[in-house]
């Protein structure tokens, strides 16, 4: 397995493959030369022949970044990475390279998209439908029925209600409560949510 990425959020994801295999990380790269090791393994800072044909894991937190990543990598993909203590129906289904954390939930008949992350103590409720790039911050609580669009971010300890829709690249902010359904790109702070701006639409 090769882990791409080598800040905060890929010192984590080291620390859940190795609960679950510890033999089972073979490079990490970074683009940023200036990180040379972390947690003790070599830090490369491009694909070599020798990576050819293993699997890769996107392990950047920032959603667009995370996409990049993905759209300029040819290695496969892993599928999805989830936390032994996480606590996961035997129903829903999840995508490739998307990331489960510690003492999350995912609860009966809930899709997750690719390339998405659970985050750490995050409960997502029954009939959960996620696109790709979708990043649940730790604490936050997604209730039953609710539709979030690809790359939008739910802020640490956020709450949204049942059968909320949630648009693509929206930013939930920490705390929020989010009781209407949210447009594309908007960002969304407070209880109960309200927008304050828009983030800036990019080419996808």
């Known amino acids: 397995m090769i ?25 990490i790269i970074d683009d940023d030369p200036s990180i040379i090791n972390i947690k003790g393994l070599n830090v490369f800072h491009s694909f070599t022949e020798e990576m050819t044909g293993k699997e890769v894991i996107a392990a950047v ?53 690719d390339h998405c992350i659970i985050n750490t103590g995050a409960i997502i409720e029954h009939d959960a439908n996620f696109s790709d790039f979708v990043h649940v911050s730790p604490g936050a609580t997604i209730t039953g029925n609710v539709n979030i669009g690809e790359g939008t971010q739910i802020g640490a300890g956020a709450t949204v209600i049942p059968g909320v829709s949630i648009g693509k690249w929206v930013t939930v902010g920490a705390g929020a409560v989010i009781i209407n359904d949210i447009p594309d790109y908007a960002v969304v702070v407070g209880s109960p949510g309200r927008i304050i701006k828009y983030n800036r639409v990019e080419n996808e």
């Open 61 to 113: 937190g920032n959603n667009r970044i995370r996409k990049k990543i993905v759209e300029k990598v040819s290695n496969p993909f892993i599928k999805a990475i989830v936390h032994p203590s996480a606590i996961i129906s035997e129903d829903i289904k999840i995508g490739n390279g998307s990331v489960v954390m510690p003492n999350a939930t995912i609860n009966s008949s809930s899709i997750i998209g």
């Open 3 to 27: 882990i791409y990425g080598a800040s905060g959020h890929g010192k984590v994801i080291i620390d859940i493959v190795n609960s679950i295999n510890s033999q089972a990380i073979d490079f």
